[in-house]
Structures are given as structure tokens and as C-alpha cells.
């Protein structure tokens, strides 16, 4: 089983920026991706970002996509999310996710075996 830990969320400004981090530990080499997700409240949790450990390719959801840039560092076994103009309807809970299932799209909840505790991220107007 692969552990995640978040952090780096917090209380920003509309327009402001956020870098999020994911440390992962335990069975990293059974994860061929990475990824992030969001919970909004009274929301399901959906897809925001994910990386192809090997190739490095990065994908992101359309809600995001020019504000969000996923990235990481292989020798810490970590990825980022750097948030820059972020918007109130950004503010969430945002979730690390490793180990997909074989065959997985990575852009849904189910695809992913181990998860995070979650980070709060809440952006004011």
C-alpha cells in the first residue's frame, strides 16, 4: 500500500496562489500515477489533475486547466499542484491519490486504491 500525506492548503484571496504537496511513502513502486482530486462541500469528489509517474505526461480537467499545474520530483516521491488565480468556487477539500487499477482512466474516484487525508483549501471573494 502506497501512504499519502498532503499539505500546504490554506485561506487565500481571490487572484491569489497556493502550492499544494503530496509525499508518498510505503509500496511506491506500485504506482505508475499520481493525481489530485477536489471535494466541494455538499459536492462529490472530482478530478483535477494526474501524472504518468514514467513519462511525466500531466493531465488536467478542463475547470482548471491554464490556472493548475501539476508537477514532481521523483527523487522525494512527491507531486505538486500550483494553484495560481484562484476563484471562490475553487474552495474544497483537495485530496492526494496513488495507485491506480490497471487499465484505469485515473479520472475517477474508484480508480485509485490508496488516498490522503485531504488538505482544506478555501479561497474568500
Known amino acids: 500500500q502506497v501512504q499519502l500525506v498532503e499539505s500546504g492548503g490554506g485561506l487565500v484571496q481571490a487572484g491569489g496562489s497556493l502550492r499544494l504537496s503530496c509525499a508518498a511513502s510505503?509500496?511506491?513502486?506500485?504506482?505508475?500515477?499520481m493525481a489530485w482530486f477536489r471535494q466541494a462541500p455538499g459536492k462529490e469528489r472530482e478530478f483535477v489533475a494526474a501524472?504518468?509517474?514514467?513519462?511525466?505526461?500531466?493531465y488536467h480537467a478542463d475547470s482548471v486547466k491554464g490556472r493548475f499545474t501539476l508537477s514532481r520530483d521523483s527523487d522525494k516521491n512527491t507531486i505538486y499542484l500550483q494553484m495560481n488565480s484562484l476563484k471562490p468556487e475553487d474552495t474544497a477539500v483537495y485530496y492526494c491519490?496513488?495507485?491506480?487499477?490497471?487499465?484505469?482512466?485515473?479520472?475517477?474516484?474508484?480508480?485509485?486504491?490508496?488516498w490522503g487525508q485531504g488538505t482544506q483549501v478555501t479561497v474568500s471573494s
Open positions: 491519490a496513488a495507485d491506480p487499477k490497471y487499465g484505469s482512466s485515473w479520472y475517477r474516484v474508484g480508480d485509485f486504491r490508496s
Open positions: 510505503g509500496r511506491t513502486f506500485s504506482t505508475y500515477a
Open positions: 501524472i504518468n509517474w514514467s513519462s511525466g505526461s500531466t
